[in-house]
């Protein structure tokens, strides 16, 4: 089946910083989500984005279907941006693959 | 409603008890899907309900658990003779559009101890 992964696992930032966060999938996918989950557990829907670039305020978000990644953009970090960012692409039935997450810590 | 509404918020329960936990899913949306997530872990995958079809029970950890939704929107999980494993955040998702290619979007999840 399809494999999503995830780098870097960990990023500790300054509050400021600029960052930029990868998911690697294995297959060919017509969708890719990010999702943000913040220290509460809350998962909160970033991004649907099977290609191209989508921003909305300090996010963005690129992804390169011919090969095989998405990329998240994350701007003038916020202690707000914490949490564990995760993306996911549906495999050939209607399951959602789901990469490890990035856990983002950012400092004040 | 305006988003995927799940009761209880928390739920404390004894060995041994059945729980039931609750998902209101955003009206009109066809796709609905339950994980379970563990403490510093990922998302793991339930069961997944699309509009009258059977659901795909596949990800049920054991018969202790199944899992109803009635009219194709309410879900109702059941925890049967809940075990300390059992201890998680159980979150419920929806989603407009089948097969996994629709936006999904997930409740606040239900967090469940079992002493």
């Known amino acids: 089946g399809i494999q999503v992964e995830q780098s870097p696992p960990d990023l500790i930032l300054q509050e400021g910083a600029n960052s930029t966060l990868r998911c690697n999938f294995s297959?060919?996918?017509?969708?890719l989500q990010w999702f943000h989950q913040n220290p509460w557990g809350q998962l909160i829907n970033l991004f649907y984005?099977?290609?191209?670039?989508k921003q909305n305020g300090r996010l963005s978000a690129t992804t390169v279907a011919t090969e095989r990644y998405s990329l998240l953009y994350i701007s003038s970090s916020q202690t707000t941006d914490s949490g564990v960012y995760f993306c996911?692409?549906?495999?050939?039935?209607?399951?959602?693959?789901w990469g490890a997450g990035t856990k983002l810590i950012i400092k004040p | 409603g305006a988003g995927v509404s799940q009761s209880p918020s928390n739920k404390v329960t004894e060995k041994g008890k059945d729980v039931e936990l609750r998902c209101d899913p955003i009206s009109g949306h066809t796709a609905l899907y339950w994980y379970r997530q563990s403490l510093g872990q990922g998302l793991e995958f339930l069961i997944y309900?699309?509009?009258?079809?059977?659901?795909?029970k596949s990800g049920l950890p054991s018969d202790r658990f199944s899992a109803e939704r009635t009219g194709g929107s309410v879900s109702t999980l059941t925890i049967q003779r809940t075990q300390q494993e059992d201890s998680a955040v159980y979150l419920c998702?929806?989603?407009?559009?089948?097969?996994?290619?629709?936006?999904?979007?997930f409740g606040e999840g239900s967090r469940l101890t079992v002493l």
């Open positions: 984005i099977p290609s191209g670039t």
């Open positions: 297959d060919s996918v017509n969708n």
């Open positions: 309900f699309q509009g009258n079809s059977a659901p795909d």
């Open positions: 996911a692409v549906p495999d050939s039935n209607y399951q959602l693959i």
């Open positions: 998702a929806s989603s407009l559009i089948a097969g996994g290619t629709g936006e999904l979007f």
